[in-house]
């Protein structure tokens, strides 16, 4: 079956304090090259028969409305797979 | 400068209690045609410089060792951005 996979990241303008203690990880653990990390969430919907534009139209109403909080977050991509 | 993203799923063989949070929130608002939700979590990583083989592939020794917990989750995809 069909997945639909929906990224939700935290929004630039805002701090990411998971972000930042893999960032101090990082650093404790000697890693270097890397100047910033944040996190967000990967949703996979696993789509019940086919996928049409109106599925995709109803997943990107749940991705703004059910699966981010549009006040510190951004739906940065739904993209189906398989 | 470069992101490299790496999208880390909770094993298929166990539960999921966020995803099925989801899906029960869909069951109540009238959502249908999903047979299941996964919830997983999306690194960004900015990288220094450029993304050459050695970054990737120390990129993909954190992804294992670091980012996630091969007890219950599983590294689904290591990706350069940009």
Redesign the interface.
């Given at each position: 079956?069909p997945t639909i996979v929906v990224?939700?990241?935290p929004k630039s303008e805002l701090l990411d304090p998971q972000?930042k203690a893999?960032s101090g990880?990082?650093a404790r653990?000697g890693?270097?090259?890397?100047?910033?990390?944040?996190?967000?969430?990967?949703?996979?919907?696993?789509?019940?028969?086919e996928v049409t534009d109106a599925?995709l139209a109803?997943v990107k109403k749940?991705a703004d409305d059910?699966?981010s909080n549009a006040v510190i977050e951004d739906v940065v991509g739904i993209e189906v797979v398989q």
């Open positions: 079956m990224d939700v990241m972000g893999v990880a990082f653990l890693v270097e090259g890397f100047s910033d990390v944040r996190i967000g969430k990967r949703f996979e919907l696993t789509v019940d028969g599925v109803e749940l059910v699966l």
